[in-house]
């Protein structure tokens, strides 16, 4: 009884917005975020002027590892927001500070959908430099969602974890990363670097990669959601 009141004391105290994790896992590790924006395309313009502000802002918090805002290849109107933090203290002040409240709200009234933030945690990365925030305009960025049936968490995680490995060997790669969905284990995401069009190409053909989407494929829970980028910073 007593070690009940006790833990009822200790979930009352916590600051607000900020919940003990659910698995367990040790929250003074990095903190990966993931952000899916799309806006009415007539607005396209507008919110790149917003990301890059808001890009430039968060990389002058305390305990931001990477902040990084791209604009989709080919449809101009999607954008996606790359962040890594210190911890989920550093996270949370950033979700929290008068820049990023001023981008949601601004960015609001041109949503055509959800604005869909996902936390994640690390899988399998590489050393955190790899790829600078700015600098590299001249790289193609793919960022995947890979969805894998519950039963088949296990394999699915082994076969992301591969790939990640041997795409961080692959010629003209920056970085290769795997994260893992917070909230949904058999969710992951694949955030890549390549030179140019020319490293996708050969990437997409290589030995590795063909073994894997044949691992994945009577595994999925969905389509393989790959989306190419371009960076804002």
Do not use: C
């Not at 009884?1 to 200790?10: A, E, H, N, V």
């Not at 709200?105 to 055509?112: D, F, G, S, Y």
């Amino acid at each position: 009884m007593k070690r009940s009141l006790g833990l009822l004391l200790g979930l009352a105290i916590l600051p607000l917005g900020i919940v003990p994790s659910a698995n367990g896992a040790d929250d003074a590790g990095p903190a990966y975020i993931v952000t899916y924006i799309e806006v009415v395309p007539a607005a396209a313009d507008q919110t790149a002027t917003l990301m890059r502000r808001l890009g430039a802002d968060s990389r002058k918090e305390n305990g931001n590892l990477r902040f990084e805002v791209m604009q989709r290849v080919q449809q101009p109107s999607h954008f996606v927001i790359l962040e890594v933090w210190r911890d989920a203290g550093a996270q949370a002040a950033h979700a929290a500070a008068a820049h990023t409240k001023d981008f949601r709200a601004k960015v609001q009234p041109l949503l055509r959908a959800p604005y869909d933030e996902r936390p994640h945690t690390a899988l399998a990365v590489g050393p955190m430099s790899a790829g600078p925030a700015d600098g590299a305009r001249g790289a193609l960025y793919a960022v995947t969602h890979v969805d894998v049936i519950p039963k088949a968490k296990d394999q699915g995680v082994e076969a992301v974890k591969q790939l990640a490995e041997a795409g961080r060997k692959s010629k003209d790669n920056i970085r290769f990363e795997a994260l893992t969905q917070s909230s949904r284990p058999n969710h992951m995401t694949l955030v890549e670097i390549w030179k140019d069009q020319g490293a996708v190409d050969a990437h997409s053909i290589a030995d590795h990669m063909k073994s894997f989407r044949g691992v994945l494929a009577p595994i999925s829970g969905s389509l393989y959601d790959e989306r190419f980028y371009r960076t804002l910073n």
